[in-house]
């Protein structure tokens, strides 16, 4: 089933496997994913490339600065016949969510996917809605465009498993890219290959995954060098350690292994760590780069034999 998913998912978005690895490894662990990059690099469609082929519902929230809470979550709606507020869902209430340009609305409508991404829920005056599983937030934003803009809180940032560059691709792929435009073939349909009770059972196999306490150990080093590293204003929370040992599972079980190897942390490590710390305002003067100091930091950390 993982290989039919990775299969049509590459079929209509070309050239980047890793990328494609990545967030096919935030699925199976049940995270949420973070694209950033330049306009026109195929964020939307790589997003929406992975919720079609799933047999899952999809809904798609277009952020603006005028876009409120509760054409997130939903609002209650009195109704005059029976007398009571009615629930009337939200564009939450789907199991794939595109998340397009999330930093463009107000830090209040941004603060309304909390709940939904850590709890699988939403809370509308007083009473707890509980979203359909599985549930995914694929969330896009542009680096490089100020102006509208809020930048998203450190609490949401953390919220997303991994945050992920997609990139220019090759010139190569790029020419296919465009004889597939030429010809048509990027206005078919993805294909439903896997449902959705399907990848429920491929996310409880996925904690199946046996991961060591030697293993365990290299995970919580590398969390706390985050923490003493004097670069960094803020280090990698709890949250970081234990989606860092979902994430792992996952990285095994797309490899068909049943448990984790201190090669599967590497993997992930950087992808889903940097976009939670903080550099120091020296360090910004002196340009240093987070997946750098990053990438030393797990250099130091002695890999377990066991």
Avoid: W
């Avoid at 498993?161 to 997609?166: D, F, R, T, W």
């Amino acid at each position: 089933m993982i290989n039919k998913l990775r299969k049509e998912i590459t079929e209509y978005f070309i050239g980047k496997e890793e990328v494609v690895k990545n967030v096919l490894i935030c699925l199976l662990a049940g995270g949420h994913v973070l694209l950033e990059d330049v306009p026109g690099v195929g964020k939307t469609t790589l997003a929406k490339t992975i919720a079609g082929s799933v047999d899952c519902s999809f809904g798609r929230i277009q952020f603006t600065p005028d876009t409120l809470p509760g054409d997130v979550v939903g609002v209650s709606v009195y109704n005059p016949k029976t007398k009571e507020f009615e629930y009337r869902e939200g564009a939450v209430m789907r199991q794939f969510i595109l998340a397009d340009e999330i930093n463009r609305t107000s830090p209040k409508t941004q603060a309304s996917l909390l709940e939904a991404m850590a709890e699988g829920s939403v809370t509308v005056d007083g009473i707890r809605h509980d979203l359909p599983q599985p549930f995914m937030v694929i969330a896009t934003q542009n680096p490089i465009e100020f102006l509208g803009t809020y930048p998203l809180p450190e609490a949401q940032m953390d919220r997303f498993m991994m945050k992920l560059s997609i990139g220019y691709p090759d010139a190569r792929e790029e020419k296919r890219l465009a004889r597939m435009y030429a010809e048509g073939r990027m206005d078919e349909p993805v294909r439903n290959v896997i449902t959705a009770e399907e990848l429920i059972g491929l996310r409880e196999e996925t904690r199946r995954v046996h991961i060591s306490d030697a293993v365990l150990g290299y995970i919580q080093e590398i969390v706390e060098l985050t923490r003493k590293e004097e670069r960094f204003v803020l280090g990698a929370s709890t949250r970081a350690t234990l989606f860092m040992v979902s994430a792992s599972r996952a990285c095994a079980k797309l490899e068909d292994r049943d448990y984790v190897k201190p090669d599967d942390i590497q993997q992930v490590a950087v992808n889903l760590l940097h976009h939670r710390l903080v550099l120091t305002s020296e360090a910004m003067l002196s340009h240093d780069n987070v997946d750098q100091i990053l990438n030393d930091l797990i250099r130091r950390v002695p890999v377990p034999r066991e």
